[in-house]
């Protein structure tokens, strides 16, 4: 599946990527999905795109969004039970068009987000919280060798964000940095992006970087990053369908292309 050539990039589907490990599609957990309806439609059309498994990963945010463990695994339970549901109603149907009708679905949906695989964690934003969260336990790892996604801070830290990101790795965790093109302290800056390579941090660009929708300097140092092959991990931090119908145009990237091509993408071993 997927290196059908019908563009400049043989890429017709995101099945090469195959696992998204950053998205917001939980229901009423953060400002991603707020509904069930619309975490079904996301996951109806990122199955489309080709992706195969998504790791949910709400915002965990002391202040904003203080989102447990037990709540996260919780609503990933919840969401795969009304999937379930769904894929039982759909069977019971007589023909494909009272399937889709069984479940609830418009004919042509078919229940596909069915198809993909939910995994539960976290986008763990770097603040007071985050290492007692690591400590006791609390946070969610993902993968053979426990990844972490972890949110830098959005102003220039006043602390040592290396130092916190030490104390991470020596409690056995491997941090994946979400969104290095994005932070404006950050971006562009490939000594410090060494730096932390250099620490054995990875690195996640957002899909949508790509398309210019976090701004142009966002997007210039996402062509950066791809060019220094500092890039292991993509995701779509889709936070609803606006951002998950954006997705396709990536498609038609040329860096993305790159980026495929590399070899270097980890996405589809988790
Ligand atoms: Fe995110």
């Known amino acids: 599946m997927g290196f059908f050539r019908n563009n400049n990039n043989g890429l017709t589907d995101f099945s090469a990527i195959a696992t998204?490990?950053?998205?917001?599609?939980?229901?009423?957990?953060?400002?991603?999905?707020?509904?069930?309806?619309?975490?079904?439609?996301?996951?109806?059309?990122?199955?489309?795109?080709?992706?195969?498994k998504i790791i949910a990963t709400p915002h965990v945010v002391s202040t904003l969004y203080p989102n447990t463990r037990e709540q996260i695994l919780g609503q990933v339970s919840h969401l795969q039970e009304v999937i379930e549901e769904r894929l039982k109603a759909q069977g019971s149907g007589q023909n494909e068009g009272d399937k889709?009708?069984?479940?609830?679905?418009?004919?042509g949906d078919k229940a596909q987000g069915a198809r993909i695989k939910i995994e539960g964690s976290g986008e763990y934003h770097m603040d007071d919280e985050l290492l007692g969260l690591v400590h006791s336990?609390?946070?969610?790892?993902?993968?053979?060798?426990?990844?972490?996604?972890?949110?830098?801070?959005?102003?220039?830290?006043?602390?040592?964000?290396?130092?916190?990101?030490?104390?991470?790795?020596?409690?056995?965790?491997?941090?994946i940095i979400a969104h290095p093109e994005r932070y404006a302290w950050l971006m562009g800056?490939?000594?410090?992006?060494?730096?932390?390579?250099?620490?054995?941090?990875?690195?996640?660009?957002?899909?949508?970087s790509l398309n210019g929708l976090y701004g142009f300097q966002a997007r210039m140092a996402a062509h950066q990053l791809i060019d220094a092959e500092m890039i292991s991990f993509t995701g779509s931090d889709a936070h609803y369908m606006g951002h998950v119908n954006e997705l396709s145009k990536v498609l038609q990237n040329k860096h993305f292309a790159k980026l495929v091509h590399s070899g270097r993408l980890l996405n589809s071993e988790l």
Request: hydrophobic content about 45%; some cysteine; glycine content about 8%.
């Open 137 to 175: 336990g609390e946070v969610i790892p993902f993968g053979k060798l426990n990844y972490l996604l972890v949110e830098l801070p959005w102003s220039k830290p006043w602390f040592s964000y290396e130092e916190v990101l030490r104390e991470i790795q020596a409690a056995g965790y491997v941090p």
């Open 100 to 107: 889709a009708q069984g479940a609830g679905l418009k004919e």
């Open 189 to 208: 800056n490939m000594k410090l992006y060494q730096k932390l390579i250099d620490m054995g941090m990875l690195f996640q660009l957002n899909l949508n």
């Open 20 to 52: 998204d490990l950053h998205c917001h599609v939980l229901p009423g957990m953060d400002d991603g999905a707020a509904t069930m309806s619309e975490s079904l439609k996301m996951l109806t059309e990122m199955a489309r795109l080709g992706f195969t």
